[in-house]
């Protein structure tokens, strides 16, 4: 209020605030969005543990827990955090926030086509959460979508109108995704400054620039994907369900000439699912990298080849969608080559983690709440990813696949440390955009009751699932027979799980209150407080530079994360800094 000159004035600021084209206000804009997201996707995922093991629990304004109602709870659940969180906010967020800066650049390529895509992912996510108030609710087919449940409007409640929503909202969604690749792409290609050749390229920008382009490749064959799905329930195609398929007693395409599979579905739709897992954590891994090596005043061990593994993690990444497939009736020499090309990727991750450790070790690094979510990173990784090669193997895949064995591996490997790679880029850059630190007291202690959380609820899932609890199952209370005597003996840690969900959920308020509390009250951060040599910091293009720098001309001469020891002093050498020390030649 105090800085509004005119009624008018106001206005159009605000407007000029919520169109820009600025990557930085679009990049805020995506970040809010994320945390919308992943605020509703965490109160979802603890109505699904509640309703787990205390079923009675009614839901305010809503009533008890139906078998529908569970499974739209999943459906949404994963659909937010896959897209609108694990998606956005690393590659969108933080990309357009840091971005541009880190390669010398002052702006996106395409700002306009950019500001576009923040409005096609804004109704994406609105078309969504619209979707539980239809008749019928949300869909309740899973992220995944699978036919014929996705493929016919009477195959249960939310499959109707709910299910045409759901395809709508990722339709959009996939469309702003390519768009903002194909930005990432461009800007990384076109606008680097002077300088910053390949091998100088912060591995968070080869982090963005590799998941950009898997991005380009996958978001185009789930549109694709999507629109067939699309024909099969409103043209009258047979892409995805056989002739004379019975459905709730009906007997579908029953008419037509062509005879669907499913199985197609599955194709291409995990040829988009895989690789977008290292959509989501590509970033992440890149950050860990840079700031593992700066807070312990080391280079990053081997950079050339981190660029490297970086580069074959995505390429692998294209190459292993079958492993999702084991049990759907591939053809067995088929499943042997998926299994040889996921375990292959245990190659390149085991060594990024070799470099995260080299980096560090017998290093003095600072532990700051960035480094600690950054070696948290690292750990979940490690304890996530030791499960990938178990489940690589077809024979153990058989008796694992969807059970809660699967959902320990991904929730630790990509939804955890995922989130881990957000917190440390929160932490680390939110002095960037602010001048203002985050509390270090409360950035440690939700550091500490975030993994300790994180442990506690994902770890035990691994014995309910070797237990043999299926996941997409509403109810472990109160089942007939057999099976249920197998759920009734989960229940003991299904309990301790779901009272870990909580407490885990519960933690995030801290970090809540300190992004509050730190925005206005947070104590003023030097220009560059962590003294980092990545251009974000450069004088030149800092956002909340106090300083003009008189030359505007940005020129990198050496690559990121070098410092020189000299008699017992260090000294940061940022990639602009040129004067009078020799440049390192690069590994
Ligand atoms: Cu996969």
């Given at each position: 209020m105090a800085h509004r000159k005119t009624k008018g004035g106001a206005t159009v600021s605000f407007r000029r605030y919520l169109f820009s084209t600025n990557h930085r206000v679009i990049g805020v804009q995506y970040l809010v969005l994320a945390l919308v997201s992943v605020t509703i996707g965490t109160l979802l995922s603890l109505l699904m543990r509640i309703h787990l093991v205390w079923p009675d629990y009614i839901v305010p304004f809503h009533g008890p827990i139906l078998p529908e109602d569970y499974l739209a709870l999943v459906t949404i659940h994963g659909t937010i955090m896959l897209f609108f969180v694990l998606t956005t906010a690393p590659q969108s967020g933080f990309g357009n926030l840091i971005l541009p800066s880190q390669i010398g650049a002052r702006r996106m390529a395409f700002p306009v086509a950019n500001a576009i895509s923040f409005w096609l992912t804004a109704t994406a996510l609105l078309i969504l959460l619209s979707s539980t108030f239809v008749p019928g609710g949300s869909a309740i087919s899973g992220w995944t979508a699978y036919p014929p449940f996705s493929a016919i409007?009477?195959?249960?409640?939310?499959?109707g109108f709910g299910m045409d929503m759901w395809l709508a909202s990722i339709a959009v969604f996939a469309i702003a995704g390519t768009i903002g690749a194909i930005n990432t792409l461009v800007t990384i290609i076109k606008l680097r400054c002077e300088g910053m050749t390949w091998d100088r390229i912060p591995l968070t920008v080869w982090g963005w620039f590799t998941a950009a382009l898997l991005s380009v490749i996958a978001f185009s064959v789930l549109l694709a994907a999507l629109l067939l799905l699309f024909c099969d329930r409103h043209a009258g195609t047979s892409f995805f369900v056989p002739t004379g398929d019975l459905v709730n007693g009906v007997i579908h395409a029953?008419?037509?000439?062509g005879n669907g599979s499913p199985l197609l579905w599955l194709h291409l739709f995990w040829f988009f699912g895989h690789p977008e897992v290292y959509i989501a954590i590509l970033p992440g891994m890149g950050l860990t990298s840079m700031l593992l090596a700066n807070f312990s005043r080391r280079r990053v061990f081997a950079y050339r080849m981190m660029i490297f593994t970086t580069l074959l993690i995505g390429f692998l990444g294209i190459l292993l969608w079958g492993h999702h497939m084991f049990v759907a009736g591939l053809n067995p020499y088929a499943a042997s080559a998926f299994a040889v090309s996921t375990m292959a990727i245990a190659i390149p991750a085991s060594a990024k983690v070799l470099s995260w450790l080299v980096t560090v070790w017998r290093s003095r690094p600072r532990y700051t709440t960035a480094m600690l979510f950054s070696l948290g990173f690292v750990s979940l990784f490690i304890t996530g990813g030791l499960t990938g090669p178990v489940l690589a193997q077809p024979i153990l895949d058989e008796y694992l696949h969807n059970t809660f064995f699967v959902v320990a591996h991904f929730h630790l490997i990509m939804a955890m440390a995922g989130i881990f790679g957000l917190f440390a880029a929160t932490y680390y850059w939110f002095p960037l955009m602010s001048g203002r630190f985050m509390s270090e007291r409360l950035g440690r202690l939700h550091f500490w009751t975030t993994i300790v959380g994180a442990y506690a609820t994902f770890l035990p899932m691994h014995l309910t699932g070797l237990m043999g609890e299926p996941r997409h199952y509403a109810q472990l209370i109160g089942v007939p027979n057999a099976a249920g005597h197998l759920l009734a003996g989960t229940l003991p840690l299904n309990r301790f799980i779901t009272w870990s969900a909580i407490f885990l959920a519960t933690a995030q308020l801290l970090f809540f209150a300190n992004l509050i509390h730190s925005l206005y009250r947070g104590k003023i951060a030097p220009p560059n407080p962590w003294q980092a040599t990545t251009l974000e910091w450069h004088p030149a293009l800092h956002p909340n530079a106090p300083f003009e720098t008189s030359d505007g001309r940005i020129v990198v001469y050496r690559q990121p994360c070098e410092y020189l020891a000299t008699a017992g002093e260090e000294l940061i050498l940022p990639q602009w800094r040129s004067d009078g020390i020799p440049n390192i030649k690069p590994e």
């Open positions: 409007a009477s195959a249960g409640p939310g499959q029953a008419g037509h000439p």
